[in-house]
Structure formats: C-alpha cells, structure tokens
C-alpha cells in the first residue's frame, strides 16, 4: 500500500486520504491485487530476468488488467527491472531524480519492490509518494516530478505508454525541498 510524505513531516498511510490529497494533481492512484504475483512468483524474486521471462510476467499482468490498456489507449508496455546489478542503474537513477515533466502521461503497475515519486503542488510545496507491489499510479502529462528507488534498489514494474517514444524527460530545473 502506498505512503505519502507531506513537506511538513507528516505521513499518511490511509489510501483514501492519499487519494484525495493527490487528486488535485491529477494523479490516480488504486491498489488491485489481482493474484497475477501467485503466477511467477520466482520471476519476482529473481534479478536478472531473460527476454522471454519479461514478456512472460506482462503477458500475464496484461491478461488480467488488460482492461487499464483498454481504458486508457495505451499503445505498449514493457516491464521495468531494476536491481543493484543493473547496468547503469546510477545513471538512471541520476536521470529520474531530478524534477522533469513529460508531454505523455506516467502509468504503472508496481509488481515487486518499491519506488518513490516526489511531485510539487500547485503552492510550491512538494509531497513524496512510496509505492509498493499492487500499487498502480497514474501520473499526468507535464506534472512536474521526480522518482528513485528506495534504499533496497528493487522493483520490478509494468510501464504503460501513449506514444511510441516513451517517456521523454523535459526537466524543469525545481529543487527538490528538504522534508523534516
């Protein structure tokens, strides 16, 4: 389930609320646990994970949620894999750490592991979301926001995309506030 942190300190666990403090950004938020995790549960566990293992875990996510594709036009998915071995992994955490925004929408599906959004509200202040497995978000075209990984460095996620370039990061120069 995911945890938001507010720029004052405080912390809220209770997915509705979170819900509610991030619709005003036009982030949607929903926890589905769909059982598809109970299918390749080595394929989770595992790091390093082959052409054919990828496509397996989205094939199987997406026969389950393919309605979210569906709902939402998404053209292609592809599963994120991230762990300590993976190549460049600082390089891309480098690059996704800093406030950008993107022209197309930020969907994904978090199967293992765990990341964090930062997003700065329209008042300047900013808020860090945790998501965790069964966790999809939502994050609209041109809001500014920045992502990590968390200190065990894993996740495994489906990313959902409108165009066929992807996510293209335009950053925008913001500095990431310092939370209490």
Sequence with gaps: MPILLRDDGTIESNLGEIIRELAPLGIFLKHYNPGTSLLFPH???QDMLTDAEKNQVVETHNSVLEFLQQENGYLWCDLLNLHPGSPNLQSLMATYGRYHTHTA???LY???GEIIFGFVKPDGGQLQLLVQPQDYIYIP????HWCSLTASLHVKAVRYFTTVE???PNYTGTSMSDFV
């Design 43 to 45: 394929l989770l566990a």
């Design 105 to 107: 929408p930020e969907p």
């Design 110 to 112: 978090i199967l293992a």
């Design 141 to 144: 075209p041109c809001l500014e």
């Design 166 to 168: 992807g996510w293209v």
